[in-house]
């Protein structure tokens, strides 16, 4: 492999973790806001009548926890397995087709009052778009799938 080709993935995997700490940190934020919103805990409990602020936490951590996990498990992987395997075309489209789910869901949730709606929209479709810049360099693998 020539050092452009390594230069170019270096710059990549640089890229995607610098986008997943932003998505985290935003993430982080609405959680912990949320999580300390005397306001949003008594809606919930007003709404839901039977439920607890125990159960209001354990909503709100549950929400955190879904909107990191895809580009925390794709950063690494894409960390740890691209030295030996590479980056194929067939990464990309399951990858962007993942992410391009998350950026549908969250535009579905019409939180148009949330700066954090807006900032994770951005940073998902900047991490989509890191996604399908991706270089191309799939390695031969000995007894491998690829």
Do not use: Q, W
């Amino acid at each position: 492999m020539n050092s452009k080709k390594l230069i170019l993935e270096k710059k990549y995997i640089k890229r995607l973790i610098i986008t997943t700490i932003l998505i985290i940190f935003v993430a982080t934020c609405e959680a912990f806001i949320m999580a300390k919103s005397k306001e949003l805990m008594e809606t919930y409990i007003k709404l839901n009548k039977d439920k607890s602020v125990s159960d209001y936490l354990s909503l709100v951590m549950f929400s955190y926890f879904l909107n990191i996990i895809e580009p925390i498990a794709i950063t690494v992987f894409t960390f740890y397995s691209h030295k030996e395997y590479g980056i194929s075309s067939l990464y990309k489209i399951i990858f962007s087709a993942i992410i391009g789910l998350r950026i549908l869901n969250t535009i579905l949730k019409f939180e148009t009052s949330s700066l954090f709606y807006y900032l994770m929209i951005i940073l998902y479709i900047i991490y989509l778009i890191i996604l399908l810049n991706a270089p191309i360099t799939k390695r031969k693998v000995k007894n491998g799938l690829f």
